[in-house]
């Protein structure tokens, strides 16, 4: 007896380890993936804002599809602004020169804030939009996988759909081809994981910061033409000469809520006194004409006589957005105050 009694006693403590040693499985084995996936997406459309986080970048998108945060776009990280029905992106020289730009015109795009268009909208990540798109995408059919991601979540992936499989239920990552192709190729392939943005006084700080930082941005895509119809040069006895020009700019392509930023460099010479350069920037009414000025000095000689001095004007064009950050402002704190 005494030994089946320690027989026994062994067996059980052998049990007991081989239990100890199999791999941890989720619990609550028959949670319904369709009510998680119901709950989740329910509580997803109701949210203020979502933080979306595609490796090192962060979009926040609110309920009526403000935008705020980093994208990566033509392997460069890309500052994002969306207000006012507008995008703006503040990205550097290589991107534009990615998207066709000469090397000049791309570096000064890149230190600037830049009206723009993407082929996928962002817009569309606000939660409501994203909550229907994911509804046609997954179904109650669609076949749904248990899995304990390597943070311990416990979660169904239904489709590339991940939400957890414990109330409260909510969205944890979604695939970017459940979104559509377009928005697959802006945001790449890999899980896109997604969070409530609970501290939206620190949301909204944000943006004013973007809207505050915007000054008057470029509009990437039209182009503008200029043309010089008069230059005056005078000159005073002191060797003070002033270029008056004037400029004709002409839109080439479609610029809403826009104006003409002129850069005129006029270089003002002389064989016996030497060349100079001066300019001004100036903001105008697109297809308009403008009178543009600059000034340079010379140091004349002690010497009698008269000094020949000409000037040749050079203006480009970009045209540039028109923007008022207070209402910009006002309409985020409609959203998040």
């Known amino acids: 007896m005494s030994r089946r009694a320690v027989g026994g006693l062994l067996a059980l403590v052998g049990v007991l380890l081989l239990g100890a040693c199999e791999p941890s499985t989720p619990s609550g084995e028959k949670a319904d993936p369709n009510a998680a ?8 459309a109701a949210q ?3 933080a979306y986080r595609v490796g090192a970048d962060t979009l926040n998108v609110t309920r009526a599809g403000l935008v705020q945060g980093t994208l990566s776009l033509q392997d460069q990280q890309v500052g994002v602004l969306r207000a006012g029905g507008a995008l703006y992106l503040r990205a550097p020289s290589q991107y534009w020169q990615a998207q066709g730009m000469q090397g000049d015109r791309a570096a000064e795009y890149g230190a600037r804030w830049s009206r723009s268009v993407l082929p996928f909208e962002l817009g569309s990540l606000a939660p409501a939009d994203v909550v229907r798109t994911l509804r046609g995408a997954v179904s109650a059919t669609t076949p749904a996988e248990r899995l304990v991601l390597a943070d311990g979540t416990d979660v169904f992936d239904v489709g590339g ?4 499989a414990r109330q409260p239920y909510r969205v944890v990552s979604i695939d970017p081809t459940l979104l ?5 190729q802006a945001l790449g392939t890999t899980p896109v994981t997604v969070h409530a943005v609970t501290d939206l006084p620190a949301l909204q700080a944000a943006f004013g910061q973007s809207s505050h930082d915007l000054g008057q941005p470029f509009v990437a895509g039209p182009v503008i033409a200029t043309t010089v119809s008069a230059n005056n040069l005078t000159c005073t006895a002191g060797g003070s000469c002033t270029d008056v020009v004037r400029v004709e700019n002409r839109l080439i392509g479609d610029a809403p809520a826009a104006s003409a930023r002129l850069v005129l460099k006029s270089a003002v010479t002389s064989a016996q006194l030497g060349a100079q350069e001066c300019g ?3 903001v105008a009414p697109l297809n308009d004409s403008a009178t543009m000025t600059c000034s340079v000095r010379f140091t004349l ?4 006589g008269s000094a020949k001095v000409a000037a040749v004007p050079t ?5 540039v957005a028109v923007v008022d950050p207070a209402a910009v402002d006002r309409e985020v704190a409609t959203e998040l105050g």
């Open 37 to 44: 996936v119901n709950g989740a997406l329910d509580a997803f």
């Open 48 to 50: 203020t804002a979502i």
């Open 161 to 164: 759909l991940r939400v957890t």
């Open 180 to 184: 559509g192709p377009v928005a697959a």
């Open 280 to 282: 001004q920037e100036l």
């Open 301 to 304: 000689p002690k010497l009698t």
């Open 315 to 319: 203006v480009t064009a970009e045209p």
